[in-house]
């Protein structure tokens, strides 16, 4: 790491155990991840005027290369295991290891992406035949068929819906191998 861990409590002196934990779960994610920069854990402490002990607080924030940041601001919850400050320690951390895995998976490229399927619009319907053609935004007239629309949906097409729509070649040309509606039941 290239600056000291910073470790602050808030509200009242921590037990050492607790203090050891928190470095404990900072070496061992610098040791797994290695690309840690800085570090930053915070733990508040319930006050003490409550009876039965409030919820421990946990923040931790780590700096990675490339700006980016690792964020976990656990706030108070009606959950009783955080008034056990260890519970709340481990859990900060559980959540900050998720997210740098998440990152490192990111910087690895091992992160899918979905791309939005393309969106048209219905230029005209053989509702006896069961067919339709859909107009593309680069004007092009692509030919479906009943049975590529999904959940039963030839029914609800009127000229003029927008549809999302994945186009193989066919026979005689481009066609949509699915069409699925657009908007309120379909695709936002």
């Known amino acids: 790491m290239e600056t000291p861990v910073q470790i602050d409590f808030h509200g009242a002196p921590v037990p050492d155990h607790i203090r050891?934990?928190?470095?404990?779960h900072v070496t061992a994610l610098e040791k797994r991840f290695g690309r840690?920069?800085?570090?930053?854990?915070?733990?508040?402490?319930?006050?003490?005027?409550?009876?039965?002990?409030?919820?421990?607080?946990?923040?931790?924030?780590?700096?990675?290369?490339?700006?980016?940041?690792?964020?976990?601001?656990h706030a108070?919850?009606?959950?009783?295991?955080f008034a056990d400050a260890a519970f709340a320690v481990n859990d900060a951390f559980k959540r900050a290891r998720r997210q740098l895995q998440d990152q490192v998976?990111?910087?690895h490229g091992q992160v899918k992406t979905h791309e939005a399927a393309p969106l048209a619009e219905v230029v005209s319907l053989d509702?006896?035949?069961?067919?339709?053609?859909?107009?593309?935004p680069d004007g092009r007239e692509i030919y479906f068929h009943r049975n590529s629309v999904l959940?039963?949906?030839?029914?609800?097409?009127?000229?003029?819906?927008?549809?999302a729509y994945a186009e193989e070649e066919g026979e005689k040309g481009p066609q949509a191998s699915t069409v699925r509606i657009a908007g309120k039941h379909g695709l936002r």
């Open 20 to 24: 050891e934990s928190v470095a404990a």
């Open 76 to 81: 108070a919850t009606n959950d009783e295991r």
């Open 151 to 163: 959940a039963d949906g030839f029914g609800k097409l009127d000229i003029g819906t927008r549809v």
């Open 36 to 73: 840690i920069t800085a570090c930053r854990v915070s733990v508040k402490v319930p006050t003490a005027h409550h009876r039965t002990g409030g919820p421990y607080t946990v923040s931790i924030h780590l700096a990675l290369p490339d700006k980016r940041d690792v964020m976990v601001d």
């Open 127 to 136: 509702r006896d035949g069961g067919f339709g053609f859909l107009r593309t």
């Open 105 to 107: 998976r990111r910087l």
